[in-house]
């Protein structure tokens, strides 16, 4: 009797603006003839991170690999999208070696996995590993807790403290079922300010977790994949902020998607998105725009007040330069106010 050999998956999950599409990129880098598929969730309904990693230029990393689930995130739509898009993979005539799942920042990890308990996903393939990218300045700013202080003292003297701040307890839920998690862009903080972070981040976590600094989401495919976690029968050790069975809804959250005029530079177009990004709510902005007498696609993305752009490949001959920007904030954000920042 012959025993399948079942496909091991990897989920990328980490908050908005963590890094986790430029890690999968590296990853992808160094495939070294790997046969890897890409499965990539939005929230929104205008598609960045499928599109951002099809255009890297990578050897294997072409629309083929690339899996999108746009509209929607993946832990709440698992019986109507996720699973039907992994069936789609695991039924080609060369089925991928390793799928690498990037969810949506907004998504809770835990009820993926449990998906993976399903007896027809269960029998042929595996949890290889959670593994939660983390925004080390966006930690060190308190960006996730109102008072970080008060609720490192809180946790202290109750592990089940509820949580007011709807994204601290995403970003807990996060790191509460990770078997590997990537304190990403160390760079830019000080000694001091990273073994903060690292400790803040180490006293989240429920069990024993290893914890890997880097810088632009730069690490060595080898560190992440090969875990052999099988997390899939393993998930009383992964505790969550949101009982089995228990809905997670985003009415916490909405998106919009604007389009942008071209730009007379790409400074001018991200001094834009920084003011966009002032309004309050804001948490993150995404996209693509057109610069006037560029051959090349400008992508901009932003995180709070930190903005970053650079040319990711040349516009196709047919293509449109329509540019546009995702916008993900907390409900009720000023849209308007955004809309003309962008403006200029």
Do not use: Y
């Not at 920042?105 to 007896?119: D, H």
């Not at 003292?153 to 089940?160: G, L």
């Not at 949580?163 to 760079?187: G, I, S, T």
């Not at 293509?319 to 000023?334: A, H, K, Y």
Request: net charge negative.
């Amino acid at each position: 009797m012959s025993i399948v050999q079942k496909i091991p998956c990897t989920i990328v999950t980490g908050f908005l603006g963590a890094g986790k599409t430029t890690l999968v990129r590296h990853v992808m880098e160094r495939a070294e003839g790997r046969r890897l598929a890409i499965l990539v969730n939005e929230f929104g309904d205008v598609g960045f991170d499928g599109s951002f990693l099809a255009a890297c230029g990578i050897a294997g990393c072409g629309e083929d690999q690339i899996v999108e689930l746009p509209n929607g995130c993946i832990c709440c739509t698992v019986a109507d999208d996720f699973v039907p898009a992994l069936n789609q993979l695991l039924e080609r005539a060369e089925p991928p070696e390793h799928i690498l799942i990037e969810t949506s920042g907004l998504a809770l990890p835990k009820p993926l996995v449990q998906a993976f308990q399903w007896p027809a996903i269960r029998s042929r393939v595996t949890v290889d590993g959670v593994v939660a990218v983390v925004d080390g300045p966006g930690v060190a700013s308190g960006a996730f807790a109102e008072d970080p202080a008060a609720l490192a003292a809180q946790r202290e003297s109750d592990r089940s403290v509820d949580h007011d701040n709807p994204l601290e307890e995403v970003f807990e839920d996060q790191l509460l079922c990770a078997d590997l998690v990537v304190l990403n862009k160390a760079d830019l903080l000080d000694g001091g300010t990273l073994a903060r972070v690292r400790a803040e981040i180490e006293r989240q976590l429920p069990r024993a977790v290893k914890v890997v600094e880097t810088a632009h989401g730069a690490i060595d495919p080898r560190v992440l994949l090969g875990l052999g976690a099988a997390a899939e029968d393993d998930l009383d050790a992964r505790p969550s902020h949101h009982g089995e069975g228990e809905d997670h809804d985003h009415d916490d959250f909405e998106t919009v998607a604007l389009a942008i005029r071209p730009a007379v530079t790409a400074g001018d177009l991200a001094a834009r998105v920084e003011r966009a990004a002032e309004t309050p709510g804001v948490l993150r902005i995404k996209g693509f725009a057109e610069i006037e007498g560029k051959p090349m696609r400008l992508v901009v993305q932003g995180v709070g007040r930190r903005i970053a752009h650079h040319f990711d490949r040349p516009w196709k001959p047919a293509e449109p330069r329509d540019g546009r920007l995702v916008v993900i904030g907390l409900r009720g954000f000023d849209q308007g106010a955004v809309a003309a920042a962008l403006a200029g």
